[in-house]
């Protein structure tokens, strides 16, 4: 009973189609927080609030990078969250789906914003 609480908890995870396109576009690369900004038109605090709750279920990993915090999937140990995924559209359909032809930001290292 324990895994299936266990799968109901990532499940409802990905039942938030914000949550469920950060990690589709997570399959192809790693994303900072700024880019994701730009690309949901989110405020950085909901933005983390997101990332925060995956991280949570251990579906992603974060990397700081100077003042930068990177996400990549972590999903290998997840095989129901891989199934969900290689269900959904590829990154440039979910970018069309949401307005975007691309990361719009890029974070500059030694920079203390991200540059358009």
Known sequence: MEQLGYVADHLKLLGDKTRLAMLTLLREREWCVCEFV??????????????????????????RRSQWVYYSLNVDDKPHVQAVL????????ILKWLNKEGPIATCVPDSSSCSS
């Open 86 to 93: 290689e269900c959904m559209p590829d990154s440039q359909r």
């Open 38 to 63: 730009d690309i949901f038109d989110m405020s950085q605090p909901a933005i983390s609030q997101h990332l925060r709750k995956l991280k949570s279920q251990g579906m992603v990993k974060e990397e």
